[in-house]
């Protein structure tokens, strides 16, 4: 073949995948990153539903506190405080009914056992389902990538080189991949 030969099979390619649509390279890569959020997506989606009684109950203990300040001689570690500060701000509780703010140590206690129970109960319930998380999708996406990416894109540039430029090999996401980006709720520690 003719380098005229070469180019002109070339544009006709190029033309129809402008038309048509975009090439197998970037449609691959694009579906790597589809699946990813996608499952990104649904992660977030159940850990904010299975919050919600963290969320109440986080939101009561606030309003029985009547400030974060009052919390502050109940939590001895550095870090406890600030940590339900941005949970709350995260969850954004929002009570039907607002809760009388008190003094008593006694209430602010059994506030905070009742919100430790829930957080609890929402780690071991949280790491039962990403337990479960189908990675399937994902990891096809990934071995596909791997297998066919540059062979596809050397297709289209017409050059190897050119094609490996920036290329990675992808590693198959795991289950501690996923309960990184959503992890346990860390414990406090609140003084008897």
Same mark, same amino acid.
């Given at each position: /073949?003719?380098?005229?030969? $070469? @180019?002109?099979?070339?544009?006709?390619?190029? @033309? /129809?995948?402008?038309? #048509?649509?975009?090439?197998?390279? !970037? +449609?691959?890569?694009?579906?790597?990153?589809?699946?990813?959020?996608?499952?990104?997506?649904?992660?977030?989606?159940?850990?904010?539903?299975?919050?919600?009684?963290?969320?109440?109950?986080?939101?009561?203990? +606030?309003?029985?506190?009547?400030?974060?300040?009052?919390?502050?001689?109940?939590?001895? +570690?550095?870090?406890?405080?600030?940590?339900?500060?941005?949970?709350?701000? @995260?969850?954004?509780?929002?009570?039907?009914?607002?809760?009388?703010p008190t003094a008593s140590?006694?209430?602010?206690?059994?506030?905070?056992? @009742?919100?430790?129970?829930?957080m609890e109960i929402f780690?071991?319930?949280?790491?039962?389902?990403?337990?479960?998380? $189908?990675?399937?999708?994902?990891?096809?996406?990934?071995?596909?990538?791997?297998?066919?990416?540059?062979?596809?894109?050397?297709?289209?540039?017409?050059?190897?080189?050119?094609?490996? /430029?920036?290329? +990675?090999?992808?590693?198959? !996401?795991?289950?501690?991949? %996923?309960?990184?980006? #959503?992890?346990?709720?860390? !414990?406090? %520690? #609140? !003084?008897?």
């Amino acid at each position: /073949m003719t380098d005229a030969t $070469d @180019e002109a099979d070339r544009r006709i390619i190029n @033309e /129809m995948t402008g038309r #048509f649509d975009s090439p197998s390279f !970037i +449609r691959r890569a694009k579906l790597v990153e589809t699946t990813w959020t996608q499952l990104l997506d649904r992660c977030a989606k159940a850990r904010l539903d299975r919050l919600k009684f963290t969320a109440l109950r986080l939101g009561q203990l +606030r309003d029985r506190a009547g400030s974060w300040d009052a919390l502050r001689p109940l939590l001895p +570690r550095d870090g406890d405080l600030s940590f339900l500060q941005s949970l709350h701000a @995260e969850l954004q509780p929002r009570l039907l009914l607002p809760l009388a703010p008190t003094a008593s140590r006694r209430v602010l206690l059994a506030a905070a056992r @009742e919100l430790v129970e829930v957080m609890e109960i929402f780690n071991q319930r949280w790491t039962r389902w990403l337990a479960k998380v $189908d990675l399937r999708a994902v990891n096809q996406a990934r071995l596909d990538y791997n297998r066919y990416y540059l062979f596809e894109k050397e297709c289209a540039v017409g050059s190897a080189i050119v094609a490996r /430029m920036g290329f +990675r090999v992808l590693e198959p !996401i795991t289950p501690a991949d %996923v309960a990184a980006r #959503f992890p346990l709720l860390p !414990i406090p %520690v #609140f !003084i008897c």
